[in-house]
Structures are given as C-alpha cells and as structure tokens.
C-alpha cells in the first residue's frame, strides 16, 4: 500500500484500518511480515498500525484481484484472515468473527433464479454502505436501487462496479441474472441489524 498524500500520514495504515476481499488468483497479503495466503472470497483485516502492506500474485497469468475497503480508527486490533469456513452467515468483517474500530464486511451470492437483493430496503442513517457487484456475466447487469425511499433512483452496474450509499439511502438491487455482491459498512454503530426498514409499498 501506498501513502495517499491526502490522508497527511506517514503510512496508509497509521490512522486506518482496512478490510479486503481477493476476487482473482490466489495471492499473497504480507503485513508487517506475516504472510496470509487468500484464495478467491478470501477476506483479510488489517488493522490500525499496520505499517507494510505488500501483495503479490502466486500466477502472473491468473492474477489477484481485491477490492479493498478503509476507515479511519481510534484503536488498533489484530490482523486476521477470513476465509468462508469462518464467515458467520456471509458475515466476513463483523464483531462475531473479528474486531475492529468500526468496519464491517460481508458477502452474498444469489443463487441462479433469484435476481433481489436487500429487500424490503432500508436506510442506515448511522453508518454508510459501499456495494461492489461481481460475478455478473458480461450480457448482464444490474438495477442497483438508492436515493430517499420517497425520490429512488437506479443505476446500471456491471461487472465489478463499485457504489457508495450515503446513510440517508435505501441500497437494494434487481439483476437481469443472478450475481453476488460484497457490502462494507462504516459508521460508529457496529450492530448487523442497527437499520430503518422501509414498507415496500412506500417507496416512490
């Protein structure tokens, strides 16, 4: 990782964490030293402090590919990495399976035949959400749905297109075939279900 000249750090990580998920080849996520070697839907969290982050790919024909999130944090946790076997109900990055400052992360995939995700949609008016979609096939894509439940707007994803939900925004989806999607949330509140449901028959 790089020092980005914005965040007015001496290294990426001094005052962030930062979650990833590895959607190519297997590779290799050294921090500080220690290696974690990430399949495909692999996820690893660094923690605040961390300062060297190297990754290197095990094919350069089959390479990594992550899609990483990060948030400022006021303490520091372990490095730890999250395989499915350890995801509690496709929850990667969440207090049930590791601590952080206040990052959370999951996956989910949506069998063939099933094209919603996240409905009835909600608001999270204390964290905002980010959603990348993957695994849509190249003639597909997908409806993700945002804006305030009374005023929705749609936007047209494809393949690992990424979106941010502010926290005053529903974040629902409808593709044209089934897909999975990685979700990350930030905010200070660190429940899974801290939401505010809207009836269906409300939206506009």
Not at 62 to 69: D, E, K
Not at 96 to 121: D, E, I, R, Y
Not at 172 to 190: H, K, L, P, Q, R
């Amino acid at each position: 990782l790089d020092v980005w000249a914005n965040f007015g750090t001496h290294y990426s990580l001094e005052r962030r964490e930062i979650g990833m998920f590895n959607l190519g080849g297997a590779c290799t996520v050294k921090a500080d030293g220690v290696e974690y070697h990430l399949g495909y839907e692999d996820c690893l969290y660094i923690t605040r402090g961390t300062r060297e982050v190297l990754f290197s790919s095990d094919d350069a024909e089959n390479p990594a590919r992550f899609y990483m999130t990060s948030a400022p944090a006021h303490c520091s946790y372990e490095n730890k990495l999250i395989t499915i076997k350890d995801a509690v109900k496709r929850k990667f990055i969440n207090p049930s399976v590791v601590k952080t400052c206040q990052l959370s992360m999951g996956l989910t995939q949506l069998a063939p035949g099933s094209n919603w995700n996240t409905m009835p949609c909600h608001t999270h008016e204390r964290r905002m959400e980010v959603y990348t979609y993957f695994e849509v096939p190249d003639d597909q894509v997908v409806f993700h749905m945002m804006g305030e439940p009374n005023e929705t707007r749609h936007i047209v994803m494809k393949n690992f297109d990424a979106v941010i939900s502010p926290s005053w925004s529903i974040h629902s989806g409808v593709g044209t075939s089934n897909y999975t999607f990685i979700w990350a949330m930030v905010g200070e509140n660190m429940e899974y279900d801290d939401m505010d449901v809207i009836d269906t028959p409300a939206l506009k």
